[in-house]
């Protein structure tokens, strides 16, 4: 264990936190690990809230703070550049007094010593942590040792697969959940053709109800996207460099060229088991981000929240989700006790059809439609209990805006 304030520690005399900072008086250190949207809004709303001690941000990827939800849309048809999805210009972290780490692993949390530890053996000393560690792709046991199946998350994964449909090939993708939905309407985009697999009965069906999800998976037909349901994927096989194919138990076999694995997420909880945290499907926090450690905090795709209006617990998965939970958890340290939001939304776009979902629909009793789900042109509110509890848009952004409020409201 580590003795705080220990000489290897880097407390408050690292070289650039005096150089950058000229803040000698700075009293705390406040370390978050992961530099994805949840970290990087937590170290932005300090700074925001007046947190007067050190900041530093570790982010094991090579590159600073980035919007994740462009790389299945925008990045990989190609119509935005990298530099476009960076959340800040370069300099601006250092002008915020926020030493940001990138290409750093943190790879021990010590909460008795409050020292968190770098893959390059740095010791960070802290008074308040941020576990903004995300989540990673789930990996799909059959494509296990096979080169070449592709999984989406990072700059560097979709660039890689950006290249890969530069062939024009087949395209397979396993999973008809969002991620793998925006990809099959990129890759069709680019003029690929595409087959999602999915092993439900209808895609997106943790998401939406039947009746909404139908005329999405017609839209995908109707851009000549094959949608197979009911698939259980057998294996999959490399034969030559650009030669896959994926076999389904009953037999079908799909040749492809390019394979694609979106078959769901599983929070980056090692760093937090090993230092002894609770973690049930995402790091245990209370509703203010807090775990049981003195100072520390998860927040987005990471942790495990409590559902607190309808019991039990559920982890986010969704960019507003991470950056409210990120400001929360900020606030909350600062002293402004912040609980969660109550109702967590997302968006996704599907070959120009944007579908925003508020809330849980699965769980409402009732609803009322506005405009035509058939079209892609309407919204609906979702109601439980004769309360609103959620709220679906397509194309109707504005009206989302008004009914989420409405919906935010009916919840106090
Ligand atoms: C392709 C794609 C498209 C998406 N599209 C949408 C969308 O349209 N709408 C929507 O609402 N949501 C979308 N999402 C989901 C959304 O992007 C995530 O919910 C959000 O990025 C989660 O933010 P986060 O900060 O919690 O985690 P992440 O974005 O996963 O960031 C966590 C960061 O922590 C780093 N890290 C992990 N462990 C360590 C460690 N030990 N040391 C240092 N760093 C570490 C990781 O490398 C990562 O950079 C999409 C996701 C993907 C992958």
């Not at 599983?266 to 760093?271: C, F, G, H, N």
């Not at 979902?357 to 309407?378: I, K, N, Q, W």
Request: glycine share 10%; hydrophobic share 40%; aromatic share 4%.
């Amino acid at each position: 264990m580590s003795e705080p304030g220990a000489e290897h520690i880097e407390h408050f005399d690292h070289p650039e936190y005096t150089e950058h900072a000229g803040h000698p008086e700075r009293a705390e250190h406040a370390v978050i690990v992961g530099a994805g949207i949840a970290g990087a809004t937590a170290a932005l709303t300090l700074r925001k809230e007046g947190y007067q001690g050190w900041i530093t941000l570790v982010g094991a990827e090579a590159e600073a703070p980035y919007r994740r939800p462009p790389l299945s849309k925008d990045v990989l048809r190609g119509t935005m550049k990298s530099e476009r999805i960076r959340l800040k210009p370069d300099a601006f972290w250092a002008e915020q007094a926020i030493e940001l780490r990138t290409g750093s692993t943190a790879t021990a949390i010590d909460t008795d010593a409050s020292t968190v530890t770098l893959a390059d053996g740095t010791a960070l000393g802290y008074q308040k942590l941020v576990l903004a560690t995300g989540s990673r792709p789930r990996a799909l046991p059959q494509a296990a040792g096979v080169p070449g199946v592709h999984y989406l998350r990072s700059l560097h994964s979709a660039t890689t697969l950006a290249s890969a449909l530069a062939s024009r090939g087949p395209v397979v993708v396993i999973g008809g959940g969002l991620v793998g939905l925006e990809v099959a309407a990129s890759a069709r985009a680019l003029g690929c053709a595409v087959s999602v697999l999915e092993a439900a009965d209808r895609p997106m069906s943790r998401i939406l109800p039947a009746w909404l999800a139908d005329p999405l998976a017609t839209l995908h037909q109707d851009r000549g996207v094959e949608i197979h349901t009911g698939v259980s994927v057998a294996r999959i096989e490399r034969h030559t460099r650009s030669k896959l194919s994926v076999t389904a138990a009953d037999g079908r076999v799909w040749p492809a060229v390019v394979v694609v694995a979106a078959v769901g997420t599983v929070p980056e909880t090692a760093l937090a088991e090993a230092a002894g945290l609770p973690v049930a499907n995402g790091i245990v926090v209370d509703e203010y981000g807090r775990t049981p450690a003195p100072g520390v905090f998860a927040a987005g795709d990471a942790a495990s929240v409590p559902d607190l209006l309808h019991g039990g617990r559920r982890r986010g998965e969704h960019w507003n989700e991470a950056m409210e939970q990120g400001t929360a958890v900020a606030k909350t340290i600062v002293g402004d006790p912040t609980p969660y939001p109550l109702l967590p939304w997302s968006w996704s776009d599907q070959h120009g059809v944007t579908i925003q979902v508020c809330g849980r629909p699965e769980l409402a009793t009732e609803h009322e439609v506005h405009g035509d789900p058939e079209s892609r042109d309407a919204s609906v509110v979702f109601r439980l209990d004769g309360k609103v509890a959620a709220v679906v848009a397509m194309n109707r952004p504005t009206e989302f805006r008004t009914l989420r409020q409405l919906a935010l409201a009916a919840q106090h």
